[in-house]
Structure formats: C-alpha cells, structure tokens
C-alpha cells in the first residue's frame, strides 16, 4: 500500500511517525512549502513534535494535494474538521475512485454539518465501504514520546480495517478493530465537548470529587446519543456486538478530559477562568474541536432528540454567551 497523509499538524504528524516506524513510506501533503524545506533538512517538523525524527528516504513530500493524492492508495486524513472543504474541495471529482480513506478527523465539517464519509459521499460519491476511521485515546505528544498507545481502526468490512491497522502496530502502538464507524466518529465528537466541559470546572475551581462524577454522567449521556444514533443505522444484532466501555469511546473520553495534553481540556480551563470564546482562541493558537463540535451536535440533536443536557449547557456557554458559573450551577442540578 501507499500511504498518504493529508495534514501536517500535531495528530497527522504523529500518524506519519508510527507509519514510518512500521516501515511504511508516506506521501505527505503540507501546505507550507517552507514547512517541507524545514523537514527534508532537518528531518523534523518545526511548528509540531519537534521532537519526533523521521529517516528522510521514507518521505516523499509536497505542497500539492493533487500529487500526493494521486500517488496514494490508502489517504490518511488529519486535518482538522474545519480545514476539509478548503483542503479537498478543490480535488476533481474522480480523483478519489479506487482508494481507500482513513479518517483522523475528531470533529464535525462545521461549514455543512457532516462527518467525513457524508462530505465524501455528496462531494466525490465516494462509498462508505472504501471509508475508514483510526481513533482512540492517543495523544500525540505521548506518540513522539513512543509511550504505549491504543488506536481503534473502523471500517464495515473488519477484514480490511485489520489490514490496514497493520500498517500501523509498533511497539509502542497496539491496534483495535471494530465495525462501528457512526459511533467511534460521534464519540469523539463528543468527548471534546465534554473534555472542554471539564476544562471549564477545572478553570471554575471546582475539585475532583465535582469532575469524577462530571465525567461520569458526560459517559452515560455519551452513551444515550450513540444508542439513539445506532438504532437508526443498524440493526439489534449488530447493536449487540458495540462495548461502550471500549477505548474507543469510554477510554478517549477519560484521557481527554484528564490529561493536560488536551486542548479541548485547556480551552475550557481558559473559558472558566473568564476569558472570552475569542481570546481562549489565539492564546491557544491550536483548534480545539469542541468548540464547533458543540454546535454541530446541537443541530444534529435536534433530529436525534438523544437527552444531553451537559452537551446542550457547554453549547450555552460557548454559543449563547451564558455565564460559565451559571452554566455549571445548571449542571450541578441533574448530576447523579
């Protein structure tokens, strides 16, 4: 297979790392030509995981999108979820038609309300079965660190998904495989929103005791939409088979909501402690998907109608300017 990476942040660089690792040379579009010059001579991104070293003969790198697309069997997708449709909508329509599709993406197109593969599907007709999804509790920074990590690969046919999550097993990265790509997309979605939720507890002072049973209850709501969202797209047999204390959606949720490696986390934190939507933005220079995932899961709850109410008060808070205290106050009172 060839790989190529589309993306050249934190999360894409991490992949392009354990790709490489595994013996894999990638085809790698960065936007920034001065970016590409950096790396081919110094062998390291400058702007993410500096840390993180890479044996230059595997990569294969280019400004154009075009290129690395054409050049690639299997694409690996890490941009964030605002950035797609200025990243792929220039492609021809044809140009995906054989290929395979891993989706890194832990957030909502916010410009059209979709997930990848829906974006995908209206923009190329590109079919579900060729889509893919590699998520998990992973933080980059642990990767460059080669701390043992997890990553759960989705895909409808599994035979598939194992083949291509092999590319990817190193000795610091193990590999889940499991057919549920709705779920894992949506849990991730979610589980920024309720990491900035803890975030924002954090930044208001609140101790663990308060966010022990915070994360708790954002697990049971998680749960409930993903159950409402499965049951409209499969069937009882196959609702069976999903673990919800899986790390793909329980153990995600957790490491987000703890670890200081979260930007979603940091975001909220900043939120708490009063500043504003805008300047939490360009004090963090990174995006923190929660912040749109929020109202993209507001608007696609009104179809669902799944009972989150912690979802809806960080959409509050973020989105109709309501006082991050009062917000909190509202969440204290339906804890369990």
């Given at each position: 297979?060839?790989?190529?990476?589309?993306?050249?942040?934190?999360?894409?660089?991490?992949?392009?790392?354990?790709?490489?690792?595994?013996?894999?040379?990638?085809?790698?579009?960065?936007?920034?030509?001065?970016?590409?010059?950096?790396?081919?001579?110094?062998?390291?991104?400058?702007?993410?995981?500096?840390?993180?070293?890479?044996?230059?003969?595997?990569?294969?790198?280019?400004?154009?999108?075009?290129?690395?697309?054409?050049?690639?069997?299997?694409?690996?997708?890490?941009?964030?979820?605002?950035?797609?449709?200025?990243?792929?909508?220039?492609?021809?329509?044809?140009?995906?038609?054989?290929?395979?599709?891993?989706?890194?993406?832990?957030?909502?197109?916010?410009?059209?309300?979709?997930?990848?593969?829906?974006?995908?599907?209206?923009?190329?007709?590109?079919?579900?079965?060729?889509?893919?999804?590699?998520?998990?509790?992973?933080?980059?920074?642990?990767?460059?660190?080669?701390?043992?990590?997890?990553?759960?690969?989705?895909?409808?046919?599994?035979?598939?998904?194992?083949?291509?999550?092999?590319?990817?097993?190193?000795n610091y990265l193990n590999t889940v495989v499991n057919h549920d790509i709705l779920g894992v997309q949506y849990a991730a979605i979610l589980k920024n929103i309720?990491?900035?939720?803890?975030?924002?507890?954090?930044?208001?002072?609140?101790?663990?005791?308060?966010?022990?049973?915070?994360?708790?209850?954002?697990?049971?709501?998680?749960?409930?939409?993903?159950?409402?969202?499965?049951?409209?797209?499969?069937?009882?047999?196959?609702?069976?088979?999903?673990?919800?204390?899986?790390?793909?959606?329980?153990?995600?949720?957790?490491?987000?909501?703890?670890?200081?490696?979260?930007?979603?986390?940091?975001?909220?934190?900043?939120?708490?402690?009063?500043?504003?939507?805008?300047?939490?933005?360009?004090?963090?220079?990174?995006?923190?998907?929660?912040?749109?995932?929020?109202?993209?899961?507001?608007?696609?709850?009104?179809?669902?109608?799944?009972?989150?109410?912690i979802a809806d008060t960080i959409y509050q808070i973020l989105w109709q300017q309501i006082p991050a205290e009062e917000g909190f106050g509202k969440i204290e009172?339906?804890?369990?």
């Open positions: 297979m060839q790989f190529g990476v589309i993306g050249s942040g934190s999360w894409a660089t991490a992949l392009a790392k354990i790709l490489t690792d595994n013996g894999n040379t990638i085809h790698w579009w960065i936007r920034n030509a001065d970016t590409i010059h950096f790396i081919q001579q110094r062998k390291h991104n400058p702007h993410y995981l500096s840390s993180a070293y890479f044996d230059r003969s595997q990569l294969y790198l280019s400004d154009d999108i075009k290129e690395v697309v054409a050049k690639s069997d299997v694409l690996l997708i890490a941009v964030p979820s605002a950035y797609v449709v200025d990243a792929l909508g220039k492609l021809d329509l044809d140009v995906l038609k054989g290929k395979k599709i891993i989706s890194a993406i832990k957030g909502i197109i916010p410009s059209t309300n979709q997930l990848l593969n829906d974006y995908l599907k209206g923009q190329f007709d590109f079919p579900i079965e060729d889509y893919f999804t590699v998520l998990g509790p992973c933080h980059a920074e642990e990767v460059a660190a080669e701390k043992l990590s997890y990553l759960t690969f989705s895909g409808i046919d599994e035979s598939v998904a194992s083949l291509i999550a092999s590319h990817f097993k190193t309720y990491a900035l939720g803890a975030g924002i507890a954090h930044g208001l002072e609140y101790g663990d005791n308060f966010l022990s049973v915070y994360i708790a209850n954002a697990a049971d709501e998680m749960v409930t939409f993903l159950k409402e969202l499965v049951w409209n797209n499969e069937t009882e047999e196959e609702q069976k088979t999903i673990n919800y204390a899986a790390s793909v959606y329980l153990g995600d949720l957790l490491v987000t909501c703890y670890s200081l490696y979260s930007r979603n986390r940091t975001f909220g934190n900043m939120i708490g402690k009063g500043y504003s939507v805008k300047a939490a933005q360009l004090e963090l220079n990174m995006v923190a998907e929660g912040y749109n995932a929020s109202k993209c899961i507001h608007k696609t709850n009104e179809v669902i109608k799944a009972k989150i109410p009172s339906f804890l369990v």
